[in-house]
Nanobody, 112 residues
Framework: QVQLVESGGGLVQTGGSLRLSCAAS????????MGWYRQAPGKERELVAT???????NYADSVKGRCTISRDNAKNTVYLQMNSLKPEDTAVYYC??????WGKGTLVTVSS
């Protein structure tokens, strides 16, 4: 059974930082590309960042320079370090595998 469990969300002030984690089980994690997506209220889900099994990364323009995606294959965990947070970063953040598995999300709220 595949499980992706996100954690690390919360309330933070503008300019603050958060690190999201996604613990994976039931997949061949080290050979899986992984990604972070987000969905703001009233908006469609959008890509935030992805990382391949080899460690290549890709970012949405809106977060480039502020977010870093990384992975620890020994822990079956993917991370999203978010800095210089803005109110428009407020959203539910989802972890996804390259095989189409999704977590339930973690809420990030950035206050102005």
């Amino acid at each position: 059974q595949v499980q992706l469990v996100e954690s690390g969300g919360g309330l933070v002030q503008t300019g603050g930082s958060l690190r999201l984690s996604c613990a994976a089980s039931g997949i061949f994690f080290s050979s899986s590309s992984m990604g972070w997506y987000r969905q703001a209220p009233g908006k469609e889900r959008e890509l935030v960042a992805t990382i391949t099994s080899g460690g290549s990364t890709n970012y949405a323009d809106s977060v480039k320079g502020r977010c870093t995606i990384s992975r620890d294959n020994a822990k079956n965990t993917v991370y999203l370090q978010m800095n210089s947070l803005k109110p428009e970063d407020t959203a539910v953040y989802y972890c996804a595998s390259g095989m189409g598995n999704w977590g339930k999300g973690t809420l990030v709220t950035v206050s102005s």
